[in-house]
C-alpha cells in the first residue's frame, strides 16, 4: 500500500481493526514470547522445530500490526455516505459492458470483509472511477490490457 493512500472503513470495521490491533500487540505479543522461551529451554535452537515455528508466528504478528497501524494511520471513517451516489460504505450493483448480469459490490476498504459481497477497493481502478457517480451513469477505466465500461444500476446504503 502507498504511504498515502487512505483506507475508507465503516466504523464497525475501524473498531475491529483496533480491536485486533490490541490483542496482536498485547496478550498475542506476549503468548509468542513464552514459546520462543520455552523453545529455547529445549536447547540447541539451530535445530528446534518449535523455536522457529515461534519465530515464524513472530514474525506473521509484527507484519500484520505494522499493517494494521499503518491501515489505521491514513483510515477514514465513512459515516452514512449519500444513499445516491457511489461512496465508499455504499452497495453499488453494475453492469459490465456486454453483460446482461449485474454484480452488486460493498464499496470500501478491503478490511470490510463483508459476508454477502465482495468489498470493491475505492483505490482500484473501477472504484475510482465509478467514485461520485450516479445510478444510470456509464463509466469507462482502464485495466492492464484494455479498457471496460461499466453501467452503475444501483446504488445503495449497506443493509
Given amino acids: 500500500m502507498q504511504q498515502d493512500q487512505q483506507d475508507h472503513l465503516s466504523p ?31 536447547g540447541d535452537i539451530s535445530e528446534n522445530g518449535d523455536y522457529d515455528a515461534a519465530k515464524n508466528e513472530q514474525g506473521l504478528n509484527e507484519a500484520r500490526v ?19 451516489v457511489v461512496a465508499a460504505g455504499n452497495v453499488v450493483e453494475i453492469r459490465m459492458e456486454g453483460d446482461a448480469d449485474t454484480t452488486a459490490y460493498l464499496v ?29 451513469d456509464v463509466v469507462t477505466y482502464e485495466a492492464p490490457k484494455r479498457s471496460f465500461q461499466v453501467e452503475i444500476v444501483s446504488v445503495r446504503p449497506l443493509d
Avoid: M, W
Fill in 12 to 42: 464497525q470495521a475501524h473498531q475491529r481493526l483496533r480491536d485486533e490491533l490490541d490483542e496482536r500487540s498485547g496478550p498475542r505479543r506476549r503468548e509468542i514470547s513464552e514459546k520462543i522461551e520455552r523453545a529455547r529451554e529445549l
Fill in 66 to 84: 505494522r499493517q494494521i497501524e499503518q491501515i489505521l494511520k491514513n483510515a477514514v471513517v465513512v459515516e452514512a455516505p449519500k444513499p445516491d
Fill in 108 to 136: 470500501g476498504s478491503i478490511e470490510e470483509r463483508h459476508e454477502t459481497y465482495d468489498v470493491l477497493s475505492t483505490g482500484s481502478p473501477l472504484g475510482q472511477a465509478l467514485l461520485g457517480k450516479a445510478p444510470g
